[in-house]
């Protein structure tokens, strides 16, 4: 397993005494809901008939790579966090599960995004054509910045809860037995995810303001 791996090698370690040796349970569970939505990314889960075909799927390998990259960040902080403190009590794992949900509700608005940037990005057309011949555009104009909202209110979700996974273990300090040092890393880590949620909040509050004025 690769968080068993990881953990040998003492990734992530910094300057956090390790406490979490073994993988929990919830752990392997949090791989597989994160492996499923991996698999939810994937451009096709059949085989190609045709080059055509082949070809037509190999142009979501950007934007599957850039989702791809995503949740595998979002599998480290995970990571990081379960090794450093080994929690497992009831806020800890309800928090956590509230993030598995948050991705899995998310997957399929972060694949639409970034295929639709990579395809704006190559000049592919941004239309879909119907069994009937119909071509439809992939997106109306009035419709991207209800798009956005919509991805960055996952976003600043995601690192809410990291925010409210760290405030649990800086609380539980004299429990967990965290030194100056670690005490010190884990404001930081909170504030680092406060921080990175206040920047998806103000995007959002950007093309609210955007949208409205143009109107």
């Known amino acids: 397993m690769i968080r068993r791996a990881m953990a040998g090698r003492g990734v992530g370690l910094g300057e956090f005494r390790w406490r979490g040796q073994e993988i929990t349970r919830f752990e392997g569970f949090s791989d597989a809901v994160l492996g499923f939505a991996v698999t939810l990314l994937v451009v096709s889960l059949e085989v190609p008939r045709t080059f055509t075909e082949l070809m037509a799927g190999m142009r979501g390998f950007a934007a599957f790579a850039i989702c791809f990259a995503t949740l595998i960040h979002v599998w480290y902080l995970q990571y990081v966090f379960f090794r450093r403190y080994a929690l497992q009590d009831r806020v800890t794992i309800l928090l956590n599960a509230t993030l598995l949900f948050v991705v899995l509700f998310y997957v ?21 054509v119907r069994g009937d011949g119909h071509a439809e555009p992939v997106i109306e104009a ?9 991805y960055g209110a996952g976003f600043v979700a995601v690192f809410l809860i ?15 037995d965290l030194n100056a040092i670690e ?3 884990t404001r930081f880590s909170v504030r680092h995810m406060l921080l ?3 920047v998806g909040t103000f995007s959002m509050a950007l093309r ?8």
């Not at 639709?116 to 941004?126: C, E, R």
């Not at 990291?162 to 967990?176: C, D, N």
């Not at 609210?208 to 004025?213: D, E, L």
Request: proline share 5%; hydrophobic share 55%.
């Open 108 to 128: 399929y608005p972060l694949k639409f995004l970034f295929r639709l940037m990579v395809d704006q990005f190559t000049g592919v057309p941004l239309v879909v």
């Open 142 to 150: 009035a419709q991207a910045p209800a798009l956005m909202l919509i």
């Open 162 to 176: 990291f925010a409210l996974l760290f405030q649990h273990a800086y609380r539980k300090r004299k429990e967990l």
């Open 183 to 185: 005490a010190f890393d």
């Open 196 to 198: 990175s949620a206040a």
């Open 208 to 215: 609210s303001v955007g949208s409205s004025v143009t109107r």
